[in-house]
């Protein structure tokens, strides 16, 4: 049998009740030349029970059941990845949906550009019981246009603001730049596929499809939520920015452009108490209002746009 064009990768840990919505708005894509990889992190819910259901689908080509709970959601992607046959790879958060047409139009841009390494869509928030949230990060608009972009300038005027892939249920990206990237994503529990993106977007050029096809749902058991409790989103994203300005070879004045950003950012954020924090990183989260003030004249000529 030929390789499937694309391997979906589904890691799960406690999302039973969100699961079989997942993997049916998977297997119910227009675009169906792909094979589909559900795992599991030793889930303590109904999990296991409900991925073996589907075990015997003849789309499903691998259930991967973990007897011991790795705590790491990124040692489930490199271990999907390895698993996968496919030259694309979309990696399908468990607790997430998806539009019909979200694979038939990623994966056909990847294919009309060899050049892309990446392609994603729009994302709409909604609750835990899938009603839409109001809150949206799409400065564009989901107006239906597609952009194209060289991925070192989209490193660099774009990434260093934030993940603008910030849900990785929304975007297809090639397997071939895999084993390119470096592993360090792993260690940031809260945000590290903003790491791995920006890895990805040194090898090519990056496609957004500006129309909302997948469902990024939020709930009290995601670890964002737990991290913005505890402070280590912050740390967390020092480690991130600091890699991606040495990546985009930023030169000092850009360097506290960003630290303007940055440290605005963190004085209006509600969990921004944490002083230690501030004097650690203070290259980024303990700037002057001279910073701020080269950050705001920065978006004026084209650096770090919001």
Request: include cysteine; proline fraction near 3%.
């Amino acid at each position: 049998m030929n390789s499937p064009l694309v391997s979906v990768i589904v890691p799960n840990y406690n999302h039973a009740p969100y699961l079989r919505e997942r993997i049916d708005s998977i297997l119910n894509q227009t675009f169906q030349d792909f094979e589909l990889i559900l795992l599991d992190d030793c889930s303590t819910d109904d999990s296991r029970d409900i991925l073996r259901s589907y075990q015997n689908h003849p789309k499903v080509s691998h259930v991967v059941l973990n007897e011991q709970n790795t705590g790491n959601t990124f040692l489930q992607w490199h271990r999907g990845i390895n698993l996968a046959q496919g030259e694309l790879i979309w990696m399908a958060e468990s607790d997430d949906v998806a539009e019909a047409q979200l694979l038939e139009t990623l994966a056909g841009e990847l294919a009309a550009n060899t050049a892309a390494v990446v392609a994603f869509c729009h994302s709409q928030m909604i609750d835990k019981d899938g009603q839409p949230m109001t809150l949206n990060w799409h400065k564009h608009g989901s107006n239906g246009q597609t952009l194209t972009y060289d991925g070192t300038w989209y490193l660099r005027h774009r990434m260093l603001v934030r993940n603008q892939i910030y849900n990785a249920s929304m975007a297809v990206f090639r397997k071939s730049v895999f084993p390119l990237i470096p592993t360090d994503y792993q260690y940031y529990r809260y945000s590290g596929d903003w790491l791995f993106w920006n890895y990805v977007c040194q090898h090519g050029q990056v496609v957004e499809v500006c129309r909302v096809l997948s469902r990024f749902r939020q709930h009290p058991q995601k670890v964002t939520a737990s991290s913005q409790q505890d402070g280590r989103q912050w740390r967390d994203i020092a480690g991130i920015l600091r890699q991606t300005a040495t990546l985009a070879h930023l030169n000092a004045l850009q360097r506290r452009c960003l630290c303007g950003r940055w440290t605005k950012r963190f004085q209006k954020a509600e969990d921004h108490n944490h002083p230690d924090i501030a004097t650690e990183f203070s290259d980024l989260y303990g700037g002057s209002s001279l910073d701020i003030c080269l950050y705001e004249a920065g978006k004026l000529i084209g650096f770090l746009k919001d």
